[in-house]
């Protein structure tokens, strides 16, 4: 009932977000960015497991998008599953230390990142919309229903964090191709 009264809104007010395709809503707080994703990312490893469908509001029209959500950089699914256990919304609301599981969580996703030889790791970092995290992140500004009244604040001392972290992961894969 609700979805068919939420795509009747999505055909009569044209919402400008297609059905077909798969989106990034970038989120970090207080802000929430939508961009079309790129065919690299969505089809990545088990990246395509991160679509899900979010319920947004543009320019006050509200509809429904495919979308890989990224908190700071780091892939989330609504729900936890029982495949993956790891960087989902409903464990990272509840968890006790943000910052924590937000590390962990991308220790989880990018340790894979350092055995690729095909694609470069600049690629993976703008994918992940990680080099934004000292510019601003280019996209429409959006709501996300889900995000509402959550408190999902992570409080980086210094962004530097996260650029260190994935300098590592760097330097750790350089090591690895000159060993082989």
């Known amino acids: ?8 809104i999505n055909i009569k007010k044209g919402f400008p977000f297609k ?4 989106y990034v809503i970038y989120y970090e707080y207080p802000f929430t960015y939508i961009n079309t994703a790129d065919k690299l990312l969505s089809t990545w490893f088990d990246f395509g497991s991160f679509v899900d469908e979010w319920t947004i509001e543009y320019k006050n029209q509200i509809g429904t998008v495919k979308a890989i959500l990224l908190y700071y950089g780091l892939p989330l699914r609504k729900k936890r599953s029982s495949d993956v256990l790891i960087t989902n919304l409903e464990d990272l609301e509840n968890s006790s230390d943000k910052l924590m599981y937000y590390k962990v969580g991308m220790y989880h996703i990018l340790k894979d990142f350092i055995y690729l030889d ?4 600049n690629k993976i970092l703008k994918l992940l919309g990680l080099t934004n995290l ?3 992140i280019k996209g429409k500004p959006i709501k996300v229903k889900e995000l509402e009244g959550k408190d999902l604040r992570v409080d980086f001392s210094t962004k530097s964090e996260i650029l260190d972290f994935l300098k590592l992961i760097r330097e750790i894969r350089d ?6």
Do not use: A, E, P
């Not at 090591?175 to 082989?180: A, T």
């Open 1 to 8: 009932m609700f979805q068919t009264i939420i795509d009747k």
């Open 19 to 22: 059905k077909n395709k798969i």
């Open 118 to 121: 095909d694609i470069q790791f």
């Open 134 to 136: 000292i510019k601003d």
């Open 175 to 180: 090591i690895w191709r000159i060993k082989i």
